[in-house]
């Protein structure tokens, strides 16, 4: 499957943006779904995955009640809604897909597959 996000710009801080995640096969259906964010100089880190089978969602810390991952009807697109961003949350936004990830590694990078391109939030201070 191929990924597309996008929907990244520059904000405020204190603002939100709403990226999008659309999958060349049509559908996230048979895919977990997860953002990953890159700052420079860092590593590739979490931000929230969306499991295929019921949905269950998954934040990191920094995430958790700020950013809410959802998909859409039928399952097309996964979106991160961002309210309350902040200036540190500047980075490049990947999202990722994989078909038989476990659990225990919705939270790891090597674990997914697919890849989207990315797509870069800017916060001003």
């Known amino acids: 499957v191929q990924l597309q996000a996008f929907g990244g710009g520059l904000v405020q801080a204190g603002g939100s943006l709403r990226l999008s995640c659309a999958a060349s096969?049509?559908?996230?259906?048979?895919?977990?779904v997860a953002w990953f964010r890159q700052a420079p100089g860092k590593e590739r880190e979490f931000v929230a995955a969306?499991?295929?089978?019921?949905?269950?969602?998954y934040y990191a810390d920094f995430a958790k009640g700020r950013f809410t991952i959802s998909k859409d009807n039928p399952k097309i697109t996964v979106y991160p809604q961002m309210n309350g961003l902040k200036p540190e949350d500047t980075a490049v936004y990947y999202c990722?897909?994989?078909?038989?990830?476990?659990?225990?590694?919705?939270?790891?990078?090597?674990?997914?597959?697919?890849w989207g391109q990315g797509t870069q939030v800017t916060v001003s201070s």
């Open positions: 969306i499991r295929k089978n019921g949905g269950a969602t």
């Open positions: 096969t049509g559908t996230f259906r048979n895919y977990h």
């Open positions: 990722a897909a994989d078909y038989g990830l476990i659990l225990s590694s919705t939270r790891d990078v090597s674990a997914y597959d697919y």
